[in-house]
């Protein structure tokens, strides 16, 4: 993650036009919501399957002149870089996935790339880099090469690197592993987590072995563990619970959203790769009306 902060935060310092400012995250997030919303049959502010949402930056190009309504062309590539993720300059790997089109300034002030990497003067846990990686207090974040530094940070750092697929121990001892991942979270991109557990998988002999122990279950318009438009109030230790004491796999989990202590929507969280599907009829603001399905 801390390669992606990185990355995303030199992508809008590469020069004075391409400072990509807070001021203009909201229209990004906006103009994603405006152009993907009703992908999923429902047009709610949220995004169910931001995978599937290809909105371009290029469209809001400034036609006459800087202004608040629309992207100059190095903010434009910013913002392209961002959603790209982190790539080795040199093969086009990709080291870190993208931060996901939906993610860039949450409505209810919950979270924003300005958290993390757009108008800072550095990026967030850029000590992580200085200090563990390099050992050096005077380190120009300017020099690293995300091809020589990213092998080196592999080879060196492992050890604080929480990305093993090979959970046989854990299984073997009953574990229980239950993940959950805000899919408008603008700190840890979704496609991360996703990763993760596809990791796991192929690891570990495909969806239908590995579904006895480890789960994860992807929540529309929430941002990071909480906040956002979606419903972000749930109780996830307690299907954990469930599953390890009473041998019940959680297939969905109720979950609501709450304003001024008022609940004002309620949405099953699916088992992924399985997504809430409004059934058409009834408010798609209670969970009564949808159902889990395959994306």
């Known amino acids: ?16 036009e391409s400072r990509l400012p807070a001021s203009k995250l909201p229209l990004l997030h906006n103009s994603v ?11 709610d502010g949220i995004l169910s399957d931001p995978e599937k949402c290809h909105f371009e930056p290029g469209s809001l190009l400034c036609k006459s002149g800087d202004g608040p309504n629309c992207l100059m062309p190095k903010e434009v590539a910013a913002a392209k870089a961002i959603y790209d993720g982190a790539r080795n300059p040199r093969t086009g790997e990709l080291l870190f996935p993208g931060w996901i089109r939906g993610s860039e300034a949450l409505p209810d002030g919950s979270g924003s790339w300005a958290g993390y990497f757009v108008d800072r003067p550095e990026p967030a846990r850029l000590a992580f880099l200085r200090f563990w990686m390099f050992g050096d207090p005077n380190w120009d974040l300017m020099s690293f090469d ?5 092998q080196y940070a592999d080879a060196h ?17 009953g574990g229980k592993l239950l993940m959950y991942q805000g899919w408008a979270d603008p700190v840890v991109p979704p496609e991360d987590t996703i990763q993760y557990l596809e990791s796991v998988q ?25 906040g956002g438009s979606g ?3 749930f109780d996830s230790l307690n299907a954990l619970d469930e599953w390890v004491e009473q041998g019940r796999a959680p297939n969905k989990i109720a979950a609501q959203h709450i304003t001024n ?3 004002d929507r ?3 969280l699916c088992s992924y790769p399985e997504q809430a599907m409004w059934t058409g009829s009834g408010s798609s603001d209670q969970a009564e009306n949808f159902t889990c399905s395959k994306r």
């Open 231 to 233: 419903p972000d109030v």
């Open 266 to 268: 309620s949405r099953p």
């Open 1 to 16: 993650m801390n390669v992606g902060f990185l990355w995303s935060w030199r992508a809008v310092n590469v020069g004075t």
């Open 202 to 226: 192929r690891k570990m002999g495909g969806p239908a072995s590995t579904s006895s122990f480890v789960r994860l279950f992807m929540v529309p318009g929430m941002g990071h563990c909480r």
């Open 33 to 43: 919501i405006k152009a993907c919303d009703a992908l999923d049959g429902i047009k």
């Open 261 to 263: 202590k008022t609940v």
């Open 146 to 150: 995300f091809d020589r530094d990213v």
């Open 157 to 173: 750092l492992n050890f604080v690197s929480a990305v093993d697929p090979d959970l046989s121990a854990f299984q073997k001892h």
